[in-house]
């Protein structure tokens, strides 16, 4: 029997001592962490917004954290490639990838995807969000959607609206647009959101639906009209534009995300870690100032509250795309 407890008060301190370590390390992987260069995946070519708000944040974090966070370019197949390629890498916090709203769409349109927004990475946050909008050429008679709804109902199969990548939130937008209001308005798409700009800026498809960077010079000069942003509140970079709500076209709120995921498994210590790093990020004026400029707004949401954001777009841009019958090989 002495020997039976002896072993019991013996098995229990040795509990207490491993209970008492798995509580710590959290603590000193927080502390420590980095301990070396961290790879932060880009799924898109250089300067684009994802890419732009990307280094903003590796630059950010290199200097605070006095580690090299380096930005790795890897274009393909709408974001996928590099998106894939961060599910596959290793949990341990070295490998950080940036998303735009593509890759909580793309899972829908592609017939075969590497990856799944949901099961393979661990949310961190969503840093800013940037509205779409709706523009046309100056020659378009529409000066708000109301209008801009009447005047295509009024002349169907004349008008074509641009969208910058096939997927992107943009276009869904304008897939919802012609959903929700039963138009007959023909889609154009084009490979980036300068092109498509230019097109309507050349009339040769009067409507634009776009993120509202590409677009926010030519509202400013006139070359371009803003016809709404579409969101439920006004933009600080143009805030003469009504959004959509204001215009009584309710529905058709659309953001241009981005944010940055982990892959499944990171230790939470690490998520907690940047995620305070991008909090205090995003609360700094010039930061702010930065992302006010690129027509973007810092959000800094919790881990929680993003992957509730990345479930709640999944299911609401799948019906669209199911609806428009938008499918990639």
């Not at 894939?84 to 950080?96: K, L, M, Q, V």
């Not at 010039?286 to 993003?306: H, M, R």
Request: glycine content about 8%.
């Amino acid at each position: 029997m002495r020997a039976f407890g002896m072993w019991a008060r013996l098995s229990a301190f040795c509990a207490s001592l491993a209970i008492a370590g798995f509580l710590t390390v959290p603590s000193r992987a927080a502390d420590t962490y980095p301990e070396h260069k961290v790879r932060v995946i880009v799924p898109f070519a250089a300067g684009g917004p994802t890419d732009v708000i990307g280094r903003m944040v590796a630059e950010r974090l290199s200097e605070a954290w006095g580690q090299q966070l380096y930005v790795e370019n890897m274009p393909g197949a709408g974001g996928n490639l590099g998106v894939e390629t961060g599910a596959r890498a290793a949990p341990d916090g070295y490998t950080i990838v940036v998303v735009s709203t593509g890759f909580i769409i793309n899972p829908s349109m592609y017939s075969k995807i590497g990856y799944d927004p949901v099961k393979d990475f661990a949310p961190i946050s969503l840093v800013a969000a940037s509205p779409n909008v709706v523009t046309v050429h100056p020659s378009v008679p529409a000066k708000d959607l109301k209008e801009l709804i009447a005047l295509i109902k009024a002349n169907p199969g004349k008008y074509s609206f641009a969208q910058p990548a096939t997927g992107s939130t943009p276009h869904l937008a304008g897939e919802l647009f012609k959903q929700t209001y039963n138009l007959d308005l023909v889609t154009v798409p084009f490979n980036g959101a300068p092109l498509a700009v230019n097109s309507t800026l050349g009339n040769h498809t009067p409507i634009a639906f776009t993120a509202l960077p590409p677009a926010i010079g030519n509202i400013k000069d006139g070359s371009l009209r803003g016809v709404a942003v579409l969101a439920k509140e006004r933009v600080a970079a143009l805030p003469d534009l009504a959004t959509n709500v204001e215009e009584g076209v309710s529905g058709l709120e659309s953001d241009t995300l981005t944010g940055i995921v982990a892959p499944a498994g990171t230790p939470q210590a690490v998520i907690e870690k940047w995620h305070a790093a991008i909090v205090k990020m995003a609360a700094d004026p010039e930061t702010k100032k930065k992302l006010d400029t690129l027509g973007f707004v810092p959000v800094a949401n919790s881990p929680n509250e993003f992957a509730e954001r990345i479930k709640l777009e999944m299911a609401r841009w799948d019906k669209v795309v199911k609806t428009a019958g938008i499918h990639v090989d």
